[in-house]
């Protein structure tokens, strides 16, 4: 490396990020953050919903369902903002070659189903009272339904490939061009069927959608769902990080035995 | 580039799948769903460009994982990335192909078709032109599902659950199109929407497709 | 417990649903992680008897 490239790297202000990208001290990094990670997840997601199911209020228009909103909102919001979290680690991946960041966007793929599945079946049992139908061809429901193929797809192509680093590049390239195609459906399917769905309960203007005696609670119940997803990411993650090493190791130990 | 087409047209003239085999498929499944919903033909006439646009698309899948497969078992791949010709050309050729002994006939055949579903007289020439324009990007988007699972020994299944997610656009636009010009309403938005697709389909992914096979010959 | 008057089930089975397929996660998080956490250690220590 020449003396330019180093000064370089020096002054590069994202450096505290990259730091993360070598596996030995994202290790050590993620060991110390993680109990203080688990802690505020805990301190946020619990009160949080403790407090939207036994002290809020009953709804006008909808009666006691209006509790469904703190487990219905936070799984979806992270269902989306998940796929974005693999979208960007794909990228990395892709640009900058930090072998962490890929593992990062497999070990999200099974949170991000999870709560893509969660999300669907609360607003199905919430959409029986509310619409007199579990299910509805409506577009935000349509899209949650193909968010949850693209998980599915991405998630098989991880599982059918032997070798880590193909199967990075080729997930990162599906996530890429997933992404692209998941939003063409998004609008494709509005323009297919105007539907039932209200429009987002959290925009700026939370008065005219949710009033403070809900929209408190559910914030923390969404500032923990998403310390949550942190929590398990890191911890997933870890588990890829040692899993590679498990197979690096075992790689080298058949060389040597050949 | 223009032998690399007659000999990929060649190849699946004479290994006979491709060419009938989809299209066979095509019919049956045209066939078999009056025998699911019923013969009324009221009903029928309604559903017919959805349903031949699901049996396009489906017909469209079956040939899919050929596209690179026998290349990458007798090793042309290898030469084809190592060839001047430079890859994203190369895929997309081979897209071509696939079109042009899968899509095309679909095409030209789905008019036929669509008498067996009752189709009324618009409705015929709206199925055509949105098939015509529709397919390329079947085309396209299997052609780069093919990519990612080129180097997998069973990618059939695999394939399927990758492609049929990202067709879900095409589909619905072009569905769309063929439903309201056969009940004589304005499909430009549709078909605009669906040309544009398949035109930044055919634009883009030739560089992904070619991207994932330079990493499955790695 | 508390009065959910008519929409009781629906309150219920979502909040179960919901709180199931989180802990489900979490219960798979944490076996994989031990697994792994196994895995790695019979690996290291086969390493060391090898260059020991």
């Known amino acids: 490396m020449t003396e330019t490239h180093r000064t370089k790297q020096a002054e590069d202000r994202w450096n505290w990020l990259w730091e993360w990208a070598n596996p030995v001290k994202f290790m050590s990094l993620s060991g110390k953050i993680l109990p203080w990670v688990m802690g505020l997840c805990a301190l946020t997601l619990l009160p949080g919903l403790i407090w939207g199911f036994f002290f809020t209020p009953e709804a006008v228009n909808f009666g006691s369902s209006v509790k469904i ?46 709560m893509t599945v969660a999300a669907l079946f609360t607003g199905a049992i919430w959409g029986e009272p509310m619409w007199g139908t579990y299910w509805a061809w409506d577009p935000r429901l349509t899209s949650f339904l193909i968010l949850f193929l693209f998980y599915l797809g991405y998630m098989a192509l991880w599982g059918a490939i032997d ?12 996530c890429l061009v997933g992404s692209v195609f998941a939003l063409l459906s998004r609008y494709a399917v509005n323009f297919w069927n105007q539907g039932l769905h209200q429009g987002a309960s959290l925009s700026l203007d939370k008065q005219e959608n949710v009033s403070d005696v809900y929209w408190q609670p559910l914030v923390l119940a969404i500032v923990g769902f998403s310390l949550l997803f942190v929590t398990l990411l890191l911890l997933r993650t870890r588990t890829e990080v040692r899993r590679r090493r498990t197979h690096a190791l075992e790689t080298r130990e058949r060389m040597a035995d050949a | ?18 060419f009938g085999l989809g299209l066979a498929f095509f019919l049956i499944v045209t066939v078999l769903v009056p025998f699911g919903v019923g013969p009324e033909s009221q009903i029928l006439a309604r559903i017919a460009p959805g349903i031949l646009w699901v049996g396009a698309l489906l017909a469209c899948l079956l040939s899919l994982d050929r596209v690179f497969q026998l290349d990458h078992e007798d090793g ?25 002994v899968t899509g095309l006939p679909l095409t030209l055949s789905a008019p036929i078709f669509a008498t067996l579903l009752n189709l009324q007289s618009p409705g015929h020439l709206w199925v055509f032109v949105t098939l015509l324009i529709g397919t390329p990007a079947l085309s396209m988007i299997g052609a780069f599902g093919a990519a990612l699972t080129v180097g997998l020994k069973r990618g059939g299944l695999l394939l399927s659950l990758l492609v049929l997610p ?27 929407l669906m040309a544009g697709i398949t035109a930044g389909a055919i634009a883009l992914l030739p560089f992904a497709a070619s991207a994932a096979i330079r990493v499955n010959l790695r | ?45 086969r390493k060391a008897a090898r260059h020991g």
């Open chain 1, 69 to 114: 909103i703190y487990v219905h909102v936070p799984t979806a919001m992270l269902a989306i903002n998940i796929w974005v979290m693999m979208l960007v680690a794909s990228l990395i991946w892709l640009v900058r070659r930090h072998h962490v960041s890929a593992l990062a966007a497999k070990a999200a793929a099974l949170i991000g189903l999870t």
């Open chain 1, 163 to 174: 070798d880590p680093d193909t199967a990075a590049d080729l997930t990162s390239v599906l």
């Open chain 2, 1 to 18: 580039m223009i032998a690399l087409l007659i000999r990929d047209l060649k190849l699946a003239m004479r290994a006979g799948g491709g």
């Open chain 2, 76 to 100: 042309t791949l290898d030469l084809l990335a190592t060839a001047p010709l430079p890859m994203e050309g190369a895929v997309a050729i081979k897209a071509l192909a696939h079109w042009l």
């Open chain 2, 166 to 192: 990202l067709y879900i656009p095409t589909l619905i636009f072009g569905a769309e199109a063929a439903t309201r010009g056969a009940a004589g309403l304005e499909n430009a938005t549709p078909l605009a």
């Open chain 3, 1 to 45: 417990m508390l009065d959910l008057g008519k929409y009781a089930v629906a309150v219920y089975a979502s909040w179960a649903i919901a709180l199931g397929l989180v802990v489900l996660l979490v219960l798979i998080t944490l076996r994989q992680s031990a697994k792994a956490k196994l895995d790695l250690d019979a690996a290291e220590a």
